[in-house]
């Protein structure tokens, strides 16, 4: 007994410094990274060091992050841990349920009613800026409302129908408020939402679109009127990302293209870039493949096309717009986007020298709940 | 610095292991002064200065007093005004603004002061400080001629942020003469492991349970929920804490120190009296042995003893945070252990075992309520709503949602509170001799992985949109 706790003992302490070792060594020898694509973010450098960043801590902090973001083999160890996790019986992950059939579900958790009123303030105040223009407000619920069936059991979700409806009455009676809930609900069983990132389908956004066609009293062109292509089907988005390990199978991406008088010119402003399609088909080698639609968020996008030249529509919005605006090209012969997130110029020039006729905002409810841009545009 | 990060894993303690076991015996103490300080520069680059101040005084005064062995009214003068200090210095970054708080509170007028953040480990090092010249005064100890050596115990950085809080009497010795062998170190290995894995395994993961229950407010709350939280929270306090006196013990090992226990598996407890002997072991000592026995402790009499008691957890709770409801904390704890003093303990031995341990439990639980709820009201309105006193309903979603998800870890965490692993551990090694010897091994290396695999992962954070 004595003899087997030496040799306890005497190997514990070789094989943790031996463990200590490697991992201390690897550290050295590690190359340094940039870019995670996982993480959607810079990782951290080595910090510069001065005695005045010494003192106030900030340098302790950065070369702290510094080293973890830099470890070697983190994404093995990430994705480590969330093995472990599942294995804990763990159904959530930075704020993203791991749901039935492997359905990746967003938490939504409303926030104050203050805040809600004070972006809900800014669209009626911006909007009363502009009474001759037609306004619509198109709120989209997420997979967390409408795949509410596929959450881990118990999960603890606000509601965003109750959400949207506040949102509702809240808005002044010359905006038109266009809710798809129902629609979409009805067809939950087709793919609407993809599994594994935080968007919506192509599907989805045109059965919101046949909704908005109704709403604003347009045609809506048919499915059978664009051809659908396939343009990727080994996709796992944001919230895979999130939860930090791939769960189920990959998701694919249908393009939806119209058959006939699809020419368009697209802008992107700040950018000063131009192309002939909504479809920037780079990006499916990359890992967040929704950038598919209008190579992602952009400040400013300016869209012609051979829609009817007297409607000029402002969309503000979020990167839900993006599968949607494929869809809109037809009814308007120019389309200004714009996402406040990043956009820091006039609107109120953009909107008088274009002579805007119609204006959309557009966003999903958890975004429109979350985010606070949107108050920049008084 | 702390323990559990990938810098002091994987750059400081390898740096440290390596000098230190290079350098010859006579600088081994030098070696952990600077390294200590280094480690507390890490996280305190301004304070540290503080701390060196203090350790110069104390040291000072220590060879002071001994200088005037005969001169007793001197020597007396010259404890008190380092005891002073050392306790302004305490004050004047612990509690300064608290005492204003109450001032502006009780008289109504509206000083203002600049709130300074709390040195790190000032309320340990203090205590610490003063062990040491409280010993010299009293004669237990003779003054440390060696100012390396003063500071190695002072700063000594297993110990330095979170104790336990060493007795200088009870490392006297060892600053001289202690030997490092290769099968202390193993043993210090396999202690730090285990307070890594309650550390970031454990107290990290039920963490989060706490913080969001903690976060609903009181009207949605639902008794189980309620439960729940404070629960989660009473097993998290105590991983944290005990890892951490785990992970400093084991490190202490691996340079040849040996410190004492500061935990006891205190949720076994079977009365208030006993959950102290077995909670945070080394500030309890340090209150009987520099406040309570001193005053008099129970030898003066039951009002005097009532007195010390008062006295002793007035200042065990306000040692813990510059807050009322530490105060209140320290006095509740207080009360039952003079009420079991008085009666209660024998009436606690001559029930059923298990009711004693009910009772020790519950009223437990009740206290981190207290300790971790900064306004008293807001903790009573808790306390309620866990005795269905009040419209709460009983259970809700959160409740059933908390508990499916959190099931194995709670019960993981239920299990390694009693001393259960450890008897398990013992019986494979006794079973399956030298191969229940490598399935300790393998237990403990895996653990040590996943933590190190939990650490890598804290700064993993996807962002759904590239921010610029």
Redesign the interface.
Known sequence: ?DK??????????V???L???I??VS?ILRREKAFSE????NLAGRPEFSINS??S?EY?KK???Y???Q?PG?SF??N??AK?DKL?????S?DVFIGKDNQLIEDFEERSKEETDEKVLAVNEFVKKHENINTNFMLIPTATEILKEKL?????VDSQLEYMKYIQGKLSSNIKFINPYDALLNNKDKYLYYKTD?HWTSQGAYIAYVEFCKAVGLEPKKEGDFQVELVANDFYG?LT??V?DKRGKPDYINVYIPKENGEIVVNYISEQKRTTSLYSSENLDKKDKYEVFTDG?HPHINIKSLGDPKKKLLIIKD?YANSFLPFLTSHYGEIDVVDL?YYMDNIEELIKSKGITDMLFLYNANTFNSDDSILNLN | MVFS???F???F??IT?IIYYICPRKFKNLVILIMSLIFYA??E??YIFLMIGSILIDYIGGLMIEANKEDSEKRTAIFITVIVLNLSFLFFFKYYGFLIDNINEILGVNLQIRNLPLPLGISFYTFQLISYVADVYMGKVVAQKNIINFGAYITMFPQLVAGPIVQYNDVEDQLNNRIES??????G??RF?RGIGKKVLIAN?IGMIWTSIKGISVGELSVLSAWIGIIAFTLQIYFDFSGYSDMAIGLGKMFGFEFLENFDHPYMSKSISEFWRRWHISLGSWFRDYIYIPLGGNRRGQAVQFRNLLIVWFATGLWHGASWNFVIWGLYFGIFIFLEKLFLGKVLKKVPSAVAHIYTLVLVIISWVFFDTAKVSDALSYIKIMFGIGENIFID??A??TL??????LVIAIICSTPLIKNLIIHL??KY??K??FI??AI??LV???S????????????????F
């Open positions: 007994m087997n706790n030496k040799v306890n003992r005497r190997l514990m302490a094989v943790f410094l463990f200590i070792a991992m201390s550290n996982e993480e959607n973010r010494l003192i801590g302790i070369y702290e992050s080293i973890s973001d470890f983190r160890f990430v480590t841990k472990v804990m019986g763990k159904s959530e930075n881990p059991k118990y999960a603890p935080h944001s990302s999130k930090g968020n990167s997130r | 990060s990938l810098i894993l994987f750059m303690l390898p292991l890490w996280g680059p301004v290769v099968d202390k170190f193993g043993e290995v396999e492991i993961n979603n959160m059933k949602y499916k998800t959190n099931l194995i870890i090694k006794k001799k030298l229940g010897v300790v091994i403990n290396m040590l992985f996943i190190v695999v939990y650490l890598i992962s804290e700064s993993y954070n996807p962002f759904l949109y590239f921010r």
